[in-house]
């Protein structure tokens, strides 16, 4: 096998030059200190050399087999240390910025290999690690969080799938937060805005919120809308107000908002509904920032079904904080059986998470986002059940 030797002051210009000569898939044989300069020790300077190949020429080298192999089982086979009874302070320090300067090398490497070459992963890893892809995570976030993992956990931790969950959890919570819980009490009313796409859920959400017990069921809630793009979404939504016992403003142009709100002052909570706004319709995402403007809600949340493609959401929700969304809502969990990519979606966003909702029962059926569901999200990993019989296909072909 033909290797290539790259010497730089640091590790992380050695794999630079690695990078721009051999290539991204350039693959990492060794890498060492090295002292260069004269006989005259003012004038050393360790450096770091990288040995490294091409995938081709080890591809060449592993057909080999067992030569290779037994090179390698020599390499490792060889103490990393000799035995030296005498150590002293001196030693143990010079040990310890060894240690400390090889985690730096090892993200260094980490990082290289970020994408494309994972280097080999203790078996509990590796499973949280496949898991993370399979439930719908990014694979470059899952795998950053799988070397991350490996460079911070101790051996114990490494072979212990809890303490790998645990780790990988609290790295997540810095992320994909939950909102903060609604003020008890407040002179004025708390104002919460739903917006997003037409079907989102967004009316569907509402109704949900004002009427669950265990949501703002038992508060006293006021509705306003804006949607009145359609005669039919205004007369659903008096309907349910009539029968839910709460009262109602509908808003045509942002200049009435301030007396909507006037009428609706007495209330605990006053949900606004809005038009849903398509991503290709940035008149219509203008014409909802003047309605926020006017509004001027506490929390805008963006409410967006969970059936939807990852990206597309994440698309929709960089459209949408021309809107000042404040939270993340999601609707239609009920649809898909995967949740990890939603992950996805709440990263891009940057936004705290606030309701899951699943089902179109208005009680029972929406929870507030709380740090168990990040862990139901990424065990979501088993396969998709099959369809019942009644419902397969029949394979056989019609003219059999
Ligand atoms: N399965 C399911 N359907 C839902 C859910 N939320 C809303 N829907 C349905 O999705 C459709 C659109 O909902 P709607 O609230 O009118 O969307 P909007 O246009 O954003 O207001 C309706 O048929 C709802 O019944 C949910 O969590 N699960
Ligand atoms: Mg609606």
């Not at 290779?68 to 089982?73: D, G």
């Not at 439930?135 to 991350?148: L, P």
Request: aromatic share 6%; proline share 6%.
């Amino acid at each position: 096998m033909r290797t290539y030797k790259f010497v730089a002051p640091t590790m992380k210009e050695a794999l630079a030059k690695v990078k721009k000569e051999l290539g991204e898939d350039a693959l990492i044989i060794k890498s060492e200190k090295v002292t260069a300069g004269g006989a005259l020790a003012f004038s050393k300077r360790e450096l770091i050399e990288i040995t490294a190949s091409t995938p081709e020429e080890v591809k060449a080298d592993l057909q080999g087999g067992p030569e290779f192999a037994a090179t390698f089982e020599r390499a490792l086979s060889q103490p990393s240390m000799p035995e030296n009874p005498t150590r002293n302070d001196a030693d143990i320090s010079h040990l310890t910025n060894e240690v400390s300067r090889l985690r730096e090398d090892l993200v260094e490497i980490g990082k290289y290999f970020r994408y494309n070459n994972l280097p080999i992963m203790p078996r509990e890893l590796t499973r949280l690690w496949e898991g993370l892809g399979k439930s719908g995570m990014d694979g470059r976030w899952a795998t950053d969080m799988a070397q991350e993992a490996l460079i911070q956990l101790a051996a114990e931790e490494l072979i212990s799938p809890a303490a790998i969950e645990q780790y990988v959890l609290s790295r997540l919570s810095r992320v994909v937060k939950p909102a903060p819980q609604l003020p008890l009490r407040r002179a004025s009313a708390y104002k919460i805005a739903l917006v997003g796409t037409p079907g989102a859920g967004k009316t569907t959400l509402l109704q949900k919120l004002a009427s669950d017990p265990q949501i703002y069921g038992k508060r006293k809630v006021g509705l306003l809308s804006i949607d009145t793009h359609r005669m039919a979404a205004v007369e659903q939504l008096r309907a349910f107000a009539r029968i839910a016992g709460v009262p109602l403003e509908v808003v045509f142009q942002p200049e009435q908002c301030a007396d909507a709100l006037r009428r609706l002052a007495a209330c605990e909570v006053i949900l606004m509904d809005t038009f849903g706004c398509s991503v290709s319709e940035p008149h219509r995402l203008l014409e909802l920032r003047q309605f926020m403007d006017s509004l001027d809600p506490d929390e805008v949340h963006l409410v967006m079904n969970a059936s939807v493609r990852d990206e597309d959401l994440v698309h929709t929700s960089r459209c949408f904080r021309e809107a000042g969304t404040t939270h993340l809502s999601f609707t239609r969990l009920d649809e898909s059986l995967r949740h990890g990519f939603l992950l996805n979606v709440v990263k891009a966003a940057e936004r705290p998470v606030a309701w899951l909702s699943r089902g179109q029962g208005f009680v029972g059926c929406t929870e507030r986002f709380t740090p168990e569901h990040l862990r139901l999200w990424i065990a979501h990993s088993e396969p998709l059940p099959e369809p019942s019989p009644e419902i397969r296909l029949d394979p056989t072909p019609v003219n059999a």
